[in-house]
């Protein structure tokens, strides 16, 4: 349902539009954006959605986001793909996915949670409990191909890339971990590469181009690799991430920027684990050479058992056990930036880096030579890119939570905290609050600026808003 009449129309791009798309970079300056978020003008409408965390997907005239209605009994529910008209926000379709059984997701989290992604002529769903939807503009059924459920209490997050007419997900689990490439016109596959070193992580790649080769990035866990586009095999590595990976690295200045933090990783807190042979000493009752729940006492190791427990029998063996401690022992928060090597498959260098006041869960924006990091409590920090100087470190009307990470155009960022505050801050080194607007909806989805517009989705509606006049 529409609240407020339209803006003008703007030119839109036919570009594939889909989760941070080009290159992680969340920027568009094609046209004015509003700055005065709090004006009651700039809201042009307002659309009630079922909830959901997918980021909206804009291309042409229509906005694509993904939906779930919870059921009355655990593991049940509905899937939606949702297509909107821009301009007014009507509802022009709805699909809903053929999923058996919702997966499991963390109590924060939701089972609509990937972005849709979208090319101008056809429209792509990814749904953990099922897999790949592909439909036409006018919502019919092109393809499918199911996948998962996957290993994972806490649900599938990582959304589709669209790239070259190429379709590319990247699912890390807590096994049978993989990287797949797909005909985005047919569903066939191209090439899909295990990743059998990783666990669970939720970052969805980026395309970074060095010379004239695009690379496909993949943060995850302990590791950023770099895969050729065309063939899928591995062309670079680079260590010292967090054990958990959420955010998507960012490009600028012929640089990326990757922020990975989780808990347990700083030096002063990390988590650890006894070596396998004095738990089995201290804690194997049964002398079986398992560890069941009931018998281990580490807080740390009961509150991940699940995860460590890969073959799923309800006991740690040795290799579970160890494989769990290395990554404890080798997981590094950091925020750095790589610099590429001259060579377009060549190993890059670090630029510079920081050890401190790095966010879990939102993605650095880079915009206009400046980087910007959100951390929960609504702290902002602006790093100069080339260098990685501190610029300015404040705190902004929107505290609490932030999972939706920074958007940026027309020498705008844009902020919104899991409280719905959206904050509207002037760009640069010394960046300035220029307004704010308190939704008083919960929101996750990070929002998204196209052609003049920034559309916000809330846990209860897509609000769409423009420069008011």
């Known amino acids: 349902m529409s609240l407020v009449a339209a803006a003008p129309a703007v030119s ?3 570009s594939p539009a889909y989760f941070r798309a080009g290159g992680g970079i969340a920027v568009d ?3 004015p954006l509003p700055e005065k978020i709090d004006d009651e003008k700039a809201l042009l409408w307002k659309t009630p959605l079922a909830p959901g965390h997918s980021t909206p997907c804009v291309n042409g005239d229509s906005v694509y986001v993904t939906t779930f209605e919870k059921g009355k009994e655990a593991g049940t529910g509905k899937l939606f793909t949702v297509a909107l008209n821009r301009d007014t926000g009507e509802v022009r379709w709805s699909r809903e996915a053929p999923a058996k059984k919702i997966e499991t997701i963390h109590s924060s989290s939701s089972p609509a949670t990937a972005s849709p992604a979208c090319d101008g002529e056809r429209v792509y769903a990814f749904f953990g409990s099922y897999g790949f939807l592909c439909y036409d503009l006018a919502g019919k059924l092109v393809w499918e191909k199911p996948l998962g459920p996957f290993q994972d ?7 589709p890339v669209l790239v070259d007419g ?21 569903g066939n596959e191209i090439w899909k590469t295990a990743r059998p070193g990783f666990t669970r992580s939720y970052s969805t790649p980026v395309v970074w181009t060095v010379g004239d080769r695009k690379q496909l990035l993949v943060t995850g866990a302990l590791q950023l690799v770099s895969y050729d586009l065309e063939t899928g095999k591995q062309l670079w590595s680079q ?18 920027f990757i922020s990975a933090w989780s808990p347990g990783g700083d030096s002063e807190a990390r988590i650890a684990m006894e070596p396998w042979n004095e738990a089995v000493r201290l804690w194997d009752k049964n002398k079986d050479g398992k560890l069941l729940r009931e018998e281990v006492d580490n807080k740390e190791v009961l509150d991940r058992f699940f995860r460590i427990d890969l073959n799923q029998d309800l006991g740690l063996d040795k290799e579970e056990w160890e494989k769990y401690a290395s990554v404890f022992e080798k997981a590094r928060n950091a925020f750095f930036a790589l610099r590429p090597a001259a060579s377009s498959a060549g190993q890059p260098e670090v630029a510079w880096e920081h050890l401190k006041g790095i966010p879990y869960v939102p993605s650095p924006l880079a915009y206009r030579g400046v980087v910007y990091l959100t951390k929960e409590g609504g702290i902002v920090t602006s790093y100069d890119a080339k260098t990685g100087d501190i610029l300015k470190n404040g705190r902004i009307k929107g505290t609490g939570a932030y999972y939706a990470s920074a958007v ?3 020498g705008k960022v844009y902020l919104v905290s899991e409280k719905g505050v959206v904050s509207v801050l002037k760009a640069g080194g010394e960046w300035e609050v220029l307004s704010s607007r308190d939704l008083m909806e919960r929101t996750v989805a990070t929002p998204v600026v196209s052609g003049g517009r920034l559309f916000v989705r809330s846990e209860a509606a897509l609000y769409c808003f423009g420069k008011a006049k």
């Not at 209490?153 to 959304?159: I, K, N, R, Y």
């Not at 190429?166 to 047919?186: E, G, S, V």
């Not at 260590?239 to 990326?256: F, Q």
């Open 12 to 14: 839109l791009a036919e």
């Open 153 to 159: 209490e806490f649900g599938a997050a990582s959304s």
């Open 166 to 186: 190429k379709l590319i997900i990247n699912q890390d689990h807590d096994r049978d971990n993989f990287l797949l490439c797909l005909d985005a016109k047919t």
């Open 239 to 256: 260590d010292g991430l967090a054990r958990i990976m959420n955010t998507t690295p960012a490009t600028g200045e012929g640089l990326l």
């Open 408 to 410: 940026a155009g027309d």
């Open 29 to 31: 300056d094609e046209a």
